[in-house]
Nanobody, 113 residues
Framework: VQVVESGGGLVQPGGSLRLSCAVSGFTFSTYAMRWYRQAPRKGREMVAHISSTGGTTIYADSVKGQFTISRDNAKKTVYLQMNSLKPEDTAVYYC???????WGQGTQVTVSS
C-alpha cells in the first residue's frame, strides 16, 4: 500500500495550492478519504472528508468555504484545493484512508509573505 501526498510549498497569503494524494495497493474507490493537517506544536486536525463516491463531503469549520476536497477514482487520487490561504493554514498536510487508517508521509504547506 502506498499513499503519497504532493503539491505543498511556500505560498503568499491569499494564494492557492492544490494538494494531491495518489494511492495504490488497495481498492481506492471503496474507501472514504480524509485530509488532516498538523501545525507546529498542535495536534492533528481533520480538515476535509470525502465519501467513496465523492457524493458526500465534510469540512472543518476552520476551512469551510475555503478548501474543497475532491477525488478521481479512475486516477486513484484525492485532491485538496486550498484558496485564500492564511498564515494559520501553515501545517503539514496528510492524506488518510478512512477505515484502513493508512497515512501518507505528509506535504508541507507554508503560508508566508
Amino acid at each position: 500500500v502506498q499513499v503519497v501526498e504532493s503539491g505543498g510549498g511556500l505560498v503568499q497569503p491569499g494564494g492557492s495550492l492544490r494538494l494531491s494524494c495518489a494511492v495504490s495497493g488497495f481498492t481506492f474507490s471503496t474507501y472514504a478519504m480524509r485530509w488532516y493537517r498538523q501545525a507546529p506544536r498542535k495536534g492533528r486536525e481533520m480538515v476535509a472528508h470525502i465519501s467513496s463516491t465523492g457524493g458526500t463531503t465534510i469540512y472543518a469549520d476552520s476551512v469551510k468555504g475555503q478548501f474543497t476536497i475532491s477525488r478521481d477514482n479512475a486516477k486513484k487520487t484525492v485532491y485538496l484545493q486550498m484558496n485564500s490561504l492564511k498564515p494559520e493554514d501553515t501545517a503539514v498536510y496528510y492524506c488518510n484512508v478512512v477505515a484502513l487508517n493508512y497515512w501518507g508521509q505528509g506535504t508541507q504547506v507554508t503560508v508566508s509573505s
